[in-house]
């Protein structure tokens, strides 16, 4: 059975700041993982997704690794801003597309003026 | 990109009343769709697989005949949620999958219910 977690699971940080994120899996054999962010209050918004074939994706201040081996992942947020201020969810599929998605129980971080 | 759509993206309703909640994909056809519940501060946890045409596999812990899943087009989707209780009060939300060759699901921004 897969199981996902995170770590920290909740993270201040000053402005400006570089940080790392980390989620671990199980099960090595996934198709996909994503990560989201999630405001308070509101839905999830796609970062970046990495296929399983894959092992980085970039967007623009965001940078997310996979090594399916070891069963990691890593979100690395440059240069910090207030506005990234949100919880941050890992998810990883099963090994399909259609396969269920498993999500972390995320990360909240805070980036203090 | 690919848009879901939710509807209502909030609702509150007395305890012992039904509610229906939509996920409709906007721009593509989903053969496949899911329900996820978030609890407050806990992440988002598999309720069922809805598949067009046929019914819904649920996971276990679930209770089918109170959140009905109906997937009746290659578009909708709904989760009904039957004479709901306090407890029922959670974030709903649903991703649909355009096709088995897709290699993404994508997420609605969700419906927060509160049964009071």
């Known amino acids: 059975k897969q199981e996902v977690t995170q770590i920290p699971a909740a993270l201040s940080v000053p402005e400006g700041e570089n940080l790392v994120l980390n989620c671990s899996f199980t099960?090595?054999?996934?198709?996909?993982l994503q990560w989201f962010r999630q405001d308070p209050g509101k839905g999830l918004t796609s970062l970046l997704l990495i296929q399983s074939s894959q092992r980085e994706q970039t967007s623009g201040r965001l940078n997310a690794s996979l090594d399916k081996s070891s069963g990691r992942s890593t979100l690395y947020i440059a240069a910090s801003q207030p506005g990234d201020s949100a919880t941050y969810l890992c998810?990883?599929?099963?090994?399909?597309?259609?396969?269920?998605?498993?999500f972390g129980p995320g990360t909240s971080l805070s980036v203090i003026p | 990109g690919a848009v879901v759509s939710q509807h209502p993206s909030r609702v509150i309703c007395k305890s012992g009343t039904s509610v229906k909640i939509e996920c409709r994909s906007l721009?593509?056809?989903?053969?496949?769709m899911f329900w996820y519940r978030q609890f407050p501060k806990q992440s988002l946890m598999l309720m069922a697989t809805?598949?067009?045409?046929?019914?819904?596999?649920?996971e276990q812990g679930v209770e089918k005949d109170k959140f009905l899943i109906n997937h009746a087009s290659l578009t909708l989707s709904t989760l009904t949620v039957t004479s709901a209780h306090p407890e029922d009060s959670s974030f709903y939300i649903c991703?649909?999958?355009?096709?088995?060759?897709?290699?993404?699901?994508?997420f609605g921004p969700g419906t927060r219910l509160t049964v009071t």
């Open positions: 809805s598949n067009e045409g046929s019914k819904a596999t649920y």
């Open positions: 721009d593509f056809q989903a053969t496949t």
């Open positions: 991703s649909a999958l355009p096709g088995l060759a897709s290699y993404e699901q994508y």
């Open positions: 099960d090595s054999a996934i198709y996909n």
């Open positions: 998810a990883v599929w099963g090994k399909t597309s259609y396969d269920k998605v498993i």
